[in-house]
Structures are given as C-alpha cells and as structure tokens.
T-cell receptor, first 112, second 113 residues
Framework: TQLLEQSPQFLSIQEGENLTVYCNSS?????LQWYRQEPGEGPVLLVT?????EVKKLKRLTFQFGDARKDSSLHITAAQPGDTGLYLC????????????FGKGTLLTVNP | SQTIHQWPATLVQPVGSPLSLECTVE??????LYWYRQAAGRGLQLLFY??????ISSEVPQNLSASRPQDRQFILSSKKLLLSDSGFYLC????????????FGEGSWLTVV
C-alpha cells in the first residue's frame, strides 16, 4: 500500500510569513498533485508535477517534486488570509493510473 | 470545458433509510469516475472507482454501493444507512493515462441521525 505523509498537520501563521509544507513517501510516483480545499467544498487542483526535480511556480506558491519522485514540497511566500485552507497532496502510480493516493492534508490558517 | 456536478449538496437521513447521491460529468467522454469520503475535513478515502459503464471497483468493504448506468453518470447508494456513513462525499473524474489529474465535484454532506 502506498502512503503519503504530509507535515505539518496543522499550521497557523501571521499574514506576510513564509511557510513550507511537505509530502513524503517511500514509494515512487509517476506524478504528484497538490490540491487546496476550503470548508464545505471539493478540493481544487493547484498543480501537477511529473518530472523528478521539477519546480513549478504559481504566483506566490512554489511546488517542487523530489529527484526520486518520492516527495514534494509546497512553499508559500508572504502568506495571505486567502491562502487559508486544507492543502492535500496526491500521488499517481504504483501500477494503477486510475487511482490517486492522498495524504491527510495540512490545515493552514493565515491570520490577518 | 468540463464540468462536474453532484447532488444533493446536503442531506440528513435517519438510520436504516436508503441513500442515493448522483454525479454527472459534462464535456468529456469515457471519464474515470470516483467516489471519495472525507472525514472531519481531512484525508480522502477512495470508496469506488469506475473506468467504464457498468464497471465498478470497490476499495473498501462497507455499507455502500456504486453504479454507473451511463458514461458520465455515477451513483452512490445504500439500502440501509448506518451512523458511521455520515461524512462529506466527493465525486470526481479524470481521464486515464499518465498524470491522472482528478477533478472534484462540490461535495455532499451526509448526516445520518
């Protein structure tokens, strides 16, 4: 069974601070996705990374896929209250392209 | 563009009553379809997935069942709900192949009382 461990589970910071959340596994994934979810809504895709070592930027968000494709990180610069939400990573691979393995998420609160 | 819609958004059902949650996808053909459950706003548990009409794979033994009567329709059902079936249910779709990005519906809150 493939597992994705996300850390930290909870993060509360002040507006303007930087933060990094991590997604780690002992398994290799063909791709990895990051989602953001607000309460009572479905997760919304932020980015998909497919190449080991790949770095993608989405405004103040920077996503990196590990060289061995076992881990990923999400860095947010100058966090804003609008960044508050549950951040989920999900990996595809391990013999099935139809299913994703989800981490349990990092619940981020950005205080004004 | 592709859209996904699930309903109802919220429902409160008594223990022992039946359940039917519906999900439809527009703007794509032969999608992979999924039902997830999310407890306490945290991780997602895959319940069922389908790669074609009438093809259902169950991931977790439970009190629920799924059906795919049409290419872009996915239904989650139960004959008799349990208290433990309460949660946030999410329908999702993807197209098969490398990358396999999944797109989620708005979610359905189920409270079994």
């Amino acid at each position: 069974t493939q597992l994705l461990e996300q850390s930290p589970q909870f993060l509360s910071i002040q507006e303007g601070e930087n933060l990094t959340v991590y997604c780690n596994s002992s398994s290799v994934f063909s791709s990895l996705q990051w989602y953001r979810q607000e309460p009572g809504e479905g997760p919304v895709l932020l980015v998909t990374v497919v190449t080991g070592g790949e770095v993608k930027k989405l405004k103040r968000l920077t996503f990196q896929f590990g060289d061995a494709r076992k881990d990923s990180s999400l860095h947010i610069t100058a966090a804003q209250p609008g960044d508050t939400g549950l951040y989920l990573c999900a990996g595809a691979g391990g013999g099935s392209n139809y299913k994703l393995t989800f981490g349990k998420g990092t619940l981020l609160t950005v205080n004004p | 563009s592709q859209t996904i819609h699930q309903w109802p958004a919220t429902l409160v059902q008594p223990v022992g009553s039946p359940l039917s949650l519906e999900c439809t996808v527009e703007g794509t053909s032969n999608p992979n379809l999924y039902w997830y459950r999310q407890a306490a706003g945290r991780g997602l548990q895959l319940l069922f997935y389908s790669v074609g009409i009438g093809q259902i794979s169950s991931e977790v033994p439970q009190n629920l069942s799924a059906s795919r009567p049409q290419d872009r329709q996915f239904i989650l059902s139960s004959k008799k709900l349990l208290l433990s079936d309460s949660g946030f249910y999410l329908c999702a779709w993807s197209v098969g192949g490398y990358g396999n990005t999944i797109y989620f519906g708005e979610g359905s809150w189920l409270t079994v009382v």
